[in-house]
Nanobody, 117 residues
Framework: VQLQASGGGLVQAGGSLRLSCAASGRTFSSDYMGWFRQAPGKEREFVAAVSGVGTTDYADSVKGRFTISRDNAKNTVHLQMISLKPEDTAVYYC????????????WGQGTQVTVSS
């Protein structure tokens, strides 16, 4: 399984970015796909996830600002981020959790998001 994330970059506070992740190596249509992030000196934290049928879940810190979506035909997951804050600065990781798994099984390499104040 490979997860290739893209779309990170440098943006000013209040700006927007769209992260994308292309998955390959298996069929993901039943899996949960999502994003975690890790800021410098902090633990990795959950950001958002979407089930195979489109049910979404968000961390409280990003609700109303981030939107996760997926395209099962293309094995892709996206994270639209608006109203970005400096505290959103982190490396963002694309993740996949198999439907029957209790944990996220596959992790991408990460893409850097930096929000300047």
């Amino acid at each position: 399984v490979q997860l290739q994330a893209s779309g990170g970059g440098l943006v000013q506070a209040g700006g927007s970015l769209r992260l994308s992740c292309a998955a390959s190596g298996r069929t993901f249509s039943s899996d949960y796909m999502g994003w975690f992030r890790q800021a410098p000196g902090k633990e990795r934290e959950f950001v958002a996830a979407v089930s195979g049928v489109g049910t979404t879940d968000y961390a409280d810190s990003v609700k109303g600002r981030f939107t996760i979506s997926r395209d099962n035909a293309k094995n892709t997951v996206h994270l639209q981020m608006i109203s970005l804050k400096p505290e959103d600065t982190a490396v963002y990781y694309c993740v996949v959790r198999r439907f029957s798994s209790p944990r996220y099984d596959y992790w991408g390499q990460g893409t850097q998001v930096t929000v300047s104040s």
